[in-house]
Nanobody
Framework: QLQFVESGGGLVQPGGSLRLSCVAS????????LGWFRQAPGKEREAVAV????????YYRNSVKGRFTMSIDNAGKAIFLQMNSLKSEDTAVYYC?????????????????????WGKGTLVTVSS
């Protein structure tokens, strides 16, 4: 059972930056499509950044393009979300996530319903 440990959330002023980290319990995340999702109070969980198992395809939510960057460490065991120029509307609980994908060359980008494993979430609050 894949598990994640997330860190990096907190309170930040508008315009500030945060870096979220997510370390996996398995030695490599190579067999998974990976992503960061978020859920604001009273709203549906939404995808923020997703990368396919092939690592060729990526998705970024329009509202975060140019501000957020998802990356994977060289060992393939951790994923990160660098968040710059934060806005109040970015306030949410952020979850790292993984979907098992059988084909190594798959460009599949999962939505929430396609995720098999979720982190417990880390709260990001953007407020002055």
């Amino acid at each position: 059972q894949l598990q994640f440990v997330e860190s990096g959330g907190g309170l930040v002023q508008p315009g500030g930056s945060l870096r979220l980290s997510c370390v996996a319990s398995e030695s490599t995340l190579g067999a998974y499509a990976l992503g960061w999702f978020r859920q604001a109070p009273g709203k549906e969980r939404e995808a923020v950044a997703v990368i396919s198992r092939s690592r060729r395809s990526t998705y970024y939510r329009n509202s975060v393009k140019g501000r957020f960057t998802m990356s994977i460490d060289n060992a393939g065991k951790a994923i990160f979300l660098q968040m710059n120029s934060l806005k109040s509307e970015d306030t949410a609980v952020y979850y790292c996530a993984a979907a098992r994908v059988a084909a190594a060359n798959s460009d599949y980008l999962p939505e929430s319903s396609g995720i098999d494993y979720w982190g417990k979430g880390t709260l990001v609050t953007v407020s002055s």
